[in-house]
C-alpha cells in the first residue's frame, strides 16, 4: 500500500470539494476512520444523518465541511479516481500518509505540502520511491 504523489497538471485529476458534494454517500460518515478525520482537520464531530457538529457553525451538513476534508473523504473512498490534493492544508497531510498506509492511492500536488518522517511514497513523475521527507523535497522542488 503507498501514496503516489504526481506532481502538475494533469488532464484526469479530479477536484475534491466539487465531487464530494456531488457523489459522497452518506453511509461513508458510519466510518471510524472518516469520523477521525473529520474531528481532526475540522475539529467537527460527525452526529448521525447529515448533521456534523461545528464548533463554529453549529449543526451543519456534510457539503460545509472544509474542501480539505472534503478531498481526504474523496481520496479515501473513491481510491481509483485521481484528486487534486492542493486544496488540502497542510494539516491534511498526515491523513494523507494514513491513507496511502492502508490503500494504494495517487494523488495530485501543486506545492510542497509538509509531511512528517518517516515518509515513503511514490513520486510518479519520477516513477521513484523515495523514504524520507528529505528524499520528497528534493523530487518536488523540480515541479512546484
Not at 1 to 24: A, H, Q, S, T
Not at 74 to 96: Q, V
Request: proline share 5%; aromatic share 14%.
Amino acid at each position: 500500500m503507498m501514496l503516489k504523489i504526481w506532481f502538475g497538471d494533469r488532464e484526469d485529476v479530479k477536484y475534491g470539494p466539487m465531487w464530494f458534494k456531488n457523489n459522497f454517500d452518506i453511509e461513508w460518515f458510519k466510518d471510524p476512520f472518516v469520523q477521525a478525520m473529520i474531528e481532526d482537520v475540522d475539529q467537527s464531530r460527525y452526529v448521525d444523518g447529515y448533521i456534523i457538529e461545528s464548533p463554529v457553525f453549529g449543526p451543519i451538513p456534510p457539503q460545509m465541511l472544509s474542501g480539505g476534508v472534503q478531498t481526504l473523504i474523496m481520496i479515501y473512498k473513491r481510491s481509483d479516481l485521481i484528486f487534486d490534493a492542493t486544496s488540502c492544508g497542510g494539516n491534511c497531510a498526515k491523513w494523507l500518509q494514513k491513507i496511502g498506509e492502508l490503500q494504494d492511492v495517487t494523488v495530485n500536488l501543486n506545492y510542497l505540502m509538509r509531511f512528517k518522517d518517516p515518509f515513503e511514497a511514490e513520486i510518479c513523475n519520477e516513477n521513484k520511491i523515495i523514504h524520507s521527507y528529505n528524499e520528497y523535497l528534493h523530487l518536488a522542488i523540480q515541479y512546484v
